[in-house]
């Protein structure tokens, strides 16, 4: 009943947006935006994923999957997908409106010569080279970073310290481009930024401070640190452990035998090895280091 209210909304939204929304020649949601085109493709669990591609002149009726590449994050539905839609659609208008300048320039870099330049305002400018990239700030830009960030190379490389340019100067940056920079932030740095935010974060707000967690609560638990399905017991995960997940060759290890069916639910910090239900395991190994120290060989 609520696919007539849709029908009525979504067109004029999307005339506005400058979107145009249809169904590829294999069935799935497909959009176009400009030259881009995103679509919503089928994974293999069930779920979907946001793919992208650019500049095709065909109709989105005859698009397949094969047109499509790259994996920009899940979807749960077609509404998370129309949603991701509208939100690329309003990055680009307000890129177009930020008047980046691109150009070339000669500046060495910490990451090789410069190749090429983008200008987001006087004293900051953005620079790639043929391996990695990153912001330089002059040095009356800098004094306007966080102490608590700022760096006094004055670079800032792509990975996680674009960050601190975008949240530092979010005027020249759009909605969602200080969107991913405060998510950066929070998963990067998230004692700074509780420190100038005024407030903490809570738990699945930050992947580093909820990795810390895990680790001072695990510091003394067998966590796993490598696995294999094992050819000797069906069903069953091979799985090597040390106290805290330590990764050191001088670390004390234990092999344990996990259900493949458990093993598959493990967080994203690892698997906790629970002392009464998982027995230590000294059998056949399908790790060869383990078979060459039962062998010698």
């Known amino acids: 009943m609520n696919a ?13 947006m400058g979107v145009e929304f249809g169904i590829s020649a294999e069935g799935f949601p497909v959009a176009r935006i400009g030259d881009t ?5 089928p994974a293999r669990d069930g779920a979907s994923f946001l793919a992208s591609t650019w500049r095709l002149n065909r109709p989105l009726s005859e698009l397949t999957r094969a047109d499509f590449y790259g994996h920009d994050g899940r979807l749960e539905d077609e509404a998370a997908f129309r949603a991701r839609v509208f939100e690329t659609a309003q990055h680009k208008r307000e890129l177009s409106a930020l008047r980046r300048i691109q150009t070339r320039m000669t500046a060495s870099t910490p990451w090789g010569p410069s190749q090429l330049a983008t200008v987001y305002a006087e004293g900051i400018v953005s620079h790639m080279t043929a391996g990695h990239g990153g912001f330089h700030l002059s040095a009356e830009r800098n004094l306007r970073v966080s102490p608590l960030l700022r ?5 800032y490389e792509e990975d996680a ?3 601190i340019v975008a949240l530092s100067f979010p005027e020249l940056f759009t909605s969602y481009e200080r969107k991913c920079a405060d998510e950066t932030f929070r998963n ?3 004692t700074a930024w509780e420190e100038i935010h005024g407030r903490e974060l809570g738990s699945g707000q930050s992947w580093r401070k909820d990795r810390q967690a895990f680790e001072r609560r695990h510091a003394g638990d067998w966590v796993v640190v490598s696995a294999i399905y094992s050819s000797h017991h069906a069903d069953m995960t091979e799985v090597v452990a ?9 670390a004390d290890e234990r092999r344990f035998l996990v259900p493949s069916a458990e093993y598959a639910t493990r967080g ?7 002392g009464e239900r998982h ?3 000294d059998g056949p190994s399908d790790f060869i280091g383990w078979r060459r120290r039962r062998t010698g060989t």
């Open 4 to 16: 007539p209210e849709r029908q009525d909304e979504t067109p004029s939204i999307s005339e506005t």
């Open 161 to 163: 310290e674009w960050a």
């Open 37 to 41: 085109h995103l679509a919503m493709v």
């Open 242 to 250: 040390t106290r805290g997940g330590v990764r050191d060759q001088r």
């Open 151 to 155: 760096k006094s190379s004055h670079w």
């Open 279 to 281: 027995a230590v395991y």
């Open 188 to 190: 990067s740095w998230p």
């Open 268 to 274: 994203p910090f690892g698997f906790v090895i629970d």
